[in-house]
């Protein structure tokens, strides 16, 4: 049998079959003749069955080399079609990337950092959120745990013994491993951000690193932060990674770092990534005529200043107001009652529509220290540039953006806000 599918499939041929004729002395003897031509016929018998076999076996290879070529056709152009929208998705990816939009931003960095290599397999994806009007990006990197770092120091082999004997690995040692490859991974996750974004889209990049674990004193699921950061473009592009002492790169930037990760120690993230609202609405959202929440640049100077004096009073300051702002801001000096950490706090809010100079920034740090207070806070209804945030790392400065201010109105204040600009607004001259 001959497997009609089989590539090799040949016609017979009638000298395969015939016989030899006889020759020499056999020729010669009796009936060697009529033999011979019983032989030719059964033969030719023989030959006509075998070409009647291969002619049904290639109409049946035939049928189905042509069903194969329909499926493969289709399978072909469904391949096509895939690379085609895939390629097509690419493509507007990049456009949009581009552009600054904060959907193609997120996607392409989350793709980005998830192909980062890692010392162990996580399963929890990097979470990104892009602010477009501070350029700033807010990563939740997934760290893995202390686990990774093995418990044995070395192994060896007592051949007088034939056993293998293993020694381990000092607390305090498997502990500073640990810490500087946390330190290592937050600054690689950085640079694969900064070194992807071709087009120089981000200005600033957030990154808090969490690790999924379980609490060893109550055994119940947690989340801690175990090193925030935030740095620029420009700052972190004089590092030469190759050179550093990881640890102290990360202090040189005013990160925080956990005092002892091992030990699940947390930080508090310099920037919370739930704060990174996506419910933040831009002049171009078509729908915006159909949202009921009020929107904060419809608001009055006076209301305004209620606003915001009510949301810092739900998250447990007393504020105070002070002369009127000159852009139509809030101007007001509030006291954290906390032991230890409170003080006395200066508040500066301000309806812009564009990015915020880092001059108001630097007004903010001279008030600060006019008032002998222990931190500022500067809201905005846009965002902030890189000039601002560098000016602001290692002070006791916090810049609070548009995106920021409704999530904690929605969080603190319960109160679901949403930012659109009106058509002929024109921010405040600061010199005004």
């Known amino acids: 049998f001959i497997d009609p599918s089989s590539p090799n499939l040949l016609a017979p041929q009638l000298e395969e079959f015939l016989p030899a004729a006889p020759r020499g002395f056999r020729a010669h003897m009796p009936g060697a003749k009529l033999k011979y031509d019983w032989e030719v016929k059964v033969a030719n018998a023989a030959y006509e069955e075998a070409r009647q076999a291969h002619d049904k076996l290639h109409a049946e290879r035939q049928v189905i080399r042509a069903i194969a070529r329909i499926a493969y056709d289709k399978n072909v152009a469904n391949l096509e079609e895939t690379a085609r929208h895939h390629?097509?998705?690419?493509?507007?990816?990049?456009?949009?990337?581009?552009?600054?939009?904060?959907?193609?931003?997120?996607?392409?960095?989350?793709?980005?950092?998830?192909?980062?290599?890692?010392?162990?397999?996580?399963?929890?994806?990097?979470?990104?959120?892009?602010?477009?009007?501070?350029?700033?990006?807010?990563?939740?990197?997934?760290?893995?745990?202390?686990?990774?770092?093995?418990?044995?120091?070395?192994?060896?082999?007592?051949?007088?013994?034939?056993?293998?004997?293993?020694?381990?690995?000092?607390?305090?040692?498997?502990?500073?491993?640990?810490?500087?490859?946390?330190?290592?991974?937050?600054?690689?996750?950085?640079?694969?951000?900064?070194?992807?974004?071709?087009?120089?889209?981000?200005?600033?990049?957030?990154?808090?690193?969490?690790?999924?674990?379980?609490?060893?004193?109550?055994?119940?699921?947690?989340?801690?932060?175990?090193?925030?950061?935030?740095?620029?473009?420009?700052?972190?592009?004089?590092?030469?990674?190759?050179?550093?002492?990881?640890?102290?790169?990360?202090?040189?930037?005013?990160?925080?770092?956990?005092?002892?990760?091992?030990?699940?120690?947390?930080?508090?993230?310099?920037?919370?990534?739930?704060?990174?609202?996506?419910?933040?609405?831009?002049e171009s959202d078509v729908l915006t005529t159909l949202d009921t929440r009020p929107n904060l640049m419809d608001l009055t100077p006076s209301e305004f200043e209620s606003l915001i004096t009510n949301l810092f009073e739900k998250m447990g300051l007393e504020t105070k107001l002070t002369q009127a702002s000159r852009d139509g801001g809030v101007d007001c000096v509030a006291h954290d009652l906390r032991p230890i950490f409170g003080g006395k706090v200066v508040i500066q809010a301000k309806r812009y529509k564009n990015t915020v100079g880092v001059s108001a920034v630097r007004d903010l740090f001279g008030t600060m220290q006019n008032e002998g207070a222990t931190k500022g806070i500067l809201v905005t209804t846009s965002g902030y540039g890189k000039a601002s945030y560098e000016f602001a790392s290692g002070k006791p400065l916090e810049l609070i953006d548009g995106s920021n201010l409704l999530y904690l109105l929605h969080e603190h204040a319960e109160i679901d806000a949403r930012i659109v600009m009106p058509e002929d607004w024109e921010d405040p001259s600061p010199f005004q």
């Open 87 to 282: 390629n097509d998705h690419v493509d507007e990816l990049e456009r949009n990337f581009k552009q600054g939009d904060a959907g193609a931003v997120v996607e392409y960095l989350t793709t980005v950092l998830a192909r980062m290599t890692l010392p162990c397999d996580i399963d929890e994806m990097p979470r990104v959120a892009f602010s477009p009007e501070s350029r700033q990006v807010v990563i939740e990197l997934e760290l893995p745990r202390i686990d990774v770092v093995p418990r044995v120091r070395e192994y060896k082999y007592v051949k007088t013994r034939d056993e293998i004997t293993e020694s381990a690995m000092p607390s305090t040692e498997r502990s500073a491993i640990y810490t500087s490859l946390v330190s290592q991974l937050t600054l690689q996750a950085i640079h694969v951000t900064l070194r992807s974004d071709i087009y120089e889209i981000i200005e600033t990049v957030v990154l808090n690193g969490h690790v999924h674990t379980i609490d060893r004193r109550t055994g119940q699921k947690i989340h801690p932060c175990l090193v925030t950061v935030r740095t620029t473009r420009d700052r972190f592009s004089e590092i030469d990674l190759g050179q550093v002492d990881p640890i102290e790169c990360l202090k040189g930037l005013n990160a925080s770092i956990s005092k002892s990760p091992s030990e699940l120690l947390p930080v508090r993230p310099i920037l919370e990534f739930n704060m990174v609202d996506p419910r933040f609405v831009s």
